[in-house]
């Protein structure tokens, strides 16, 4: 498996949720990582990447409250979730590629659900 994420369950709106993704390492040295969601009956939506140099990139609906970080030496990346919402309920994927629009690897989802 070359990206593994886990952290997702239920939580209470308000609440924190930490997302973590193990990467392979010629994968997490090489490229952007990235977290992505996906709500029923709705597109994926990139909500946060974090470059090489870390350089982070937000989606709107997220900034101020999501920080996206990665331990060059574990070779994961985490997504530090805050001030949940119920929108922000989905399945959540963490996702690397070269670029933002070109995220070639993916791993499995995770649930995210968050009660009102």
């Known amino acids: 498996v070359q990206l593994q994420a886990s952290g997702g369950g239920l939580v209470q709106a308000g609440g924190s949720l930490r997302l973590s993704c193990a990467a392979s390492g010629s994968i997490f040295r090489r490229n952007v990582m990235g977290w992505s969601r996906q709500a029923p009956g709705k597109q994926r939506e990139m909500v946060a990447t974090?470059?090489?140099?870390?350089?982070?990139t937000y989606a709107d609906s997220v900034k101020g409250r999501f920080t996206i970080s990665r331990d060059d030496a574990k070779n994961t990346v985490s997504l530090q979730m805050g001030s949940l919402k119920p929108e922000d309920s989905a399945v959540y994927y963490c996702?690397?590629?070269?670029?933002?629009?070109?995220?070639?690897?993916w791993g499995q989802g995770t649930q995210v659900t968050v009660s009102s």
């Open positions: 974090i470059a090489i140099g870390g350089t982070t």
């Open positions: 996702s690397a590629g070269p670029n933002i629009a070109m995220m070639n690897y």
